[in-house]
């Protein structure tokens, strides 16, 4: 059964850039065709979408986010990333990856990483 | 953006009971509308697919309908793990999600 997990720092300098990793485990990105999202809720607030990239490496980004975010997949480690520059406290959430298989659904989804932006 | 608007924001209901949960897109995305619950502390978790599909191995007594721009979630005899936040999902554009339901035992 495929499973999600997210890791990254936990805190993050405002200004820099935030950095996580979304493993998967129990099957491969590669072996077949799917959608892989990150979502993240602030405290005590509601999903927001950031974006998602399809297996092939085509990305879709949230156009508020567009000019801050990058995701990329490496297949070889079976691992999905993302990258948010420029980040205030406004971007302190538990952050999410999730699987898309058919770009409708998230039916897989990680525990979460919690990252707070402060100095 | 297609914007989700879900109603009520919160809902407290004894056990037994049934529960409704409405969501209401901004313009027509046809039946591509999920929902999710969240449990505190937990990740969401996919209840519904394509606005009445439930998903594998779900209880039956969560059950979605809809299309267009008006969607409901129901679960027809509330149980004591119920107790989470409902969120609905929009797939027709970018995704989106409504705020949020609370779901609380009174």
């Known amino acids: 059964q495929v499973q999600l997990q997210e890791s990254g720092p936990g805190l993050v300098k405002p200004s820099q850039t935030l950095s996580l990793t979304c493993t998967v485990s129990?099957?491969?990105?590669?072996?077949?065709?799917?959608?892989w999202s990150w979502i993240r809720q602030p405290a005590g607030g509601g999903l927001e979408w950031l974006g998602r990239?399809?297996?092939?490496?085509?990305?879709s980004y949230k156009p508020s986010l567009e000019s801050r975010v990058t995701f990329s997949v490496d297949t070889s480690k079976n691992q999905l990333s993302l990258k948010l520059n420029s980040v205030t406290a406004a971007d302190t959430a538990v952050y999410y990856c999730?699987?898309?298989?058919?770009?409708?659904?998230?039916?897989?989804w990680g525990q979460g990483t919690m990252v707070t932006v402060s100095s | 953006d297609i914007q989700m608007t879900q109603s009520p924001s919160s809902l407290s209901a004894s056990v037994g009971d049934r529960v409704t949960i409405t969501c209401q897109a901004s313009q027509d995305i046809s039946n591509c509308l999920n929902w999710y619950q969240q449990i505190p502390g937990k990740a969401p978790k996919l209840l519904i697919y394509d606005a009445s599909h439930l998903g594998t191995g779900l209880p039956s007594r969560f059950s979605g309908s809809g299309s267009g721009t008006l969607f409901t979630f129901t679960i027809s005899s509330l149980q004591p793990e119920d107790i989470a936040t409902y969120y609905c999902?929009?797939?027709?554009?970018?995704?989106?999600f409504g705020q949020g339901t609370k779901l609380e035992i009174k």
């Open positions: 129990g099957g491969s990105i590669s072996s077949g065709r799917s959608y």
């Open positions: 990239i399809y297996t092939t490496g085509s990305t």
């Open positions: 999730a699987r898309d298989p058919v770009g409708d659904a998230l039916d897989i």
């Open positions: 999902q929009q797939c027709d554009d970018l995704p989106t």
